[in-house]
């Protein structure tokens, strides 16, 4: 087997860390699989001369080459950016892109590099992922691709996209598992002191960070939810409150929100259990209580389908330790 040819695609901006994380994973990778394993040719390539990178690295790069997959790296996306005006400044960049995935070869996006993708036009009726964080602005950039928020990787007919930062050494570890083998990967990750067993970003979704819905109407029934988050749901009673009929409610809380009522409140009701597990000792079946279930093992459930861990797994990888 010859090395697999793994070429960085730097760019103006981009995050530095993004450019070297699977290229550092590959280069233990290679140590661990020993001498006669062929291991990885990694370049890190660039249609211009000079990169600086984020917080101002200047990047050593080569010209632009053929490889067998290219990692294409995220950049700073903060909250009022010119999207296109940002993306048109990468121009060479995303034409680089096309041609190479034209050619047939494989590239993989990190974070919010999955834009520089869309822009090239890769994630048209294709599975996607990003930054749980970005995750909505990116279907709305691109409708046509299969927006997948809660995965890790996704990798749909040779185009691959991660969520953010560390989701780099879950997809260099799948490459490292398919490349040099599942001992290999497995070694490398507990080298590198990498979780290889997690499989969805959900559990890392902070609430607070995301736009809320809604209106005024909306808001003012999110609000009595949250205030009586451990009480029986009773939709009647509910309505009662805001002089409406349930039948109203509903159609107007749906149409400013895309949701119901209830499933609002059960992921408030979630957000506050992650909250009581990372933060306090009490049981499980006393924050399920706290939280308005009685039944422990209906709670544990609907925990496990909004995190994807069951509550004490959450508590073990999350609990804040005192300082």
């Known amino acids: 087997m010859s090395a697999l040819r793994v070429g960085v695609l730097a760019y103006p901006g981009c995050f530095a860390s993004e ?5 550092d994973l590959l280069t233990m990778a290679t140590h661990v699989a020993g001498p006669d394993h062929a291991g990885y040719e990694v370049s890190i390539i660039s249609p211009r001369r000079r990169v600086t990178a984020s917080g101002g690295a200047a990047l050593a790069v080569s010209p632009l080459r053929e490889v067998d997959v290219l990692v294409v790296p995220g950049f700073e996306l903060v909250p009022g950016l010119d ?7 990468l121009a060479p960049e995303i034409a680089a892109i096309r041609s190479h995935t034209a050619a047939g070869n494989a590239v993989v996006s990190i974070c919010v590099g999955a834009f ?14 990003t930054s749980w964080l970005f995750a909505d ?3 709305r950039r691109c409708p046509d691709a299969d927006v997948r928020p809660d995965h890790l990787v996704v990798t749909d007919e040779g185009v691959t996209t991660t969520a953010a930062f560390s989701a780099m050494y879950d997809f260099a570890l799948e490459l490292i598992r398919r490349h040099s083998g599942a001992d290999v990967a497995r070694t490398t990750a507990r080298v590198a002191l990498v979780d290889d067993a997690r499989s969805s970003q959900t559990p890392y979704v902070d609430a607070r960070l995301l736009p809320r819905p809604g209106n005024e109407f909306s808001h003012r029934v999110m609000r009595r939810l949250d205030q009586t988050l451990a009480a029986r749901y009773d939709l009647t009673a509910l309505s009662d409150t805001f002089n409406v009929s349930t039948r109203t409610l509903l159609r107007r809380f ?14 408030s009701r ?9 933060t306090t000792d009490r049981t499980v079946a006393g924050i399920s209580t706290a ?4 039944d422990s093992a209906t709670f544990a459930a609907l925990f496990a389908k909004h995190t994807g861990r069951r509550p004490r797994d959450y508590r073990a990888t999350f609990r804040r330790t005192a300082t």
């Open 19 to 23: 450019v070297f994380g699977v290229p």
């Open 83 to 89: 999207m296109d005006a940002r993306l048109a400044l």
């Open 116 to 129: 520089l993708l869309a822009e090239a036009g890769l994630l048209d009726r294709r599975r996607a992922t």
């Open 137 to 139: 602005e990116l279907a």
């Open 254 to 267: 749906a149409d400013e929100t895309g949701q119901s009522p209830l499933e609002y409140l059960q992921s």
């Open 270 to 278: 979630v957000r506050r259990a992650r909250h009581l597990l990372e």
């Open 291 to 294: 939280v308005g279930y009685q």
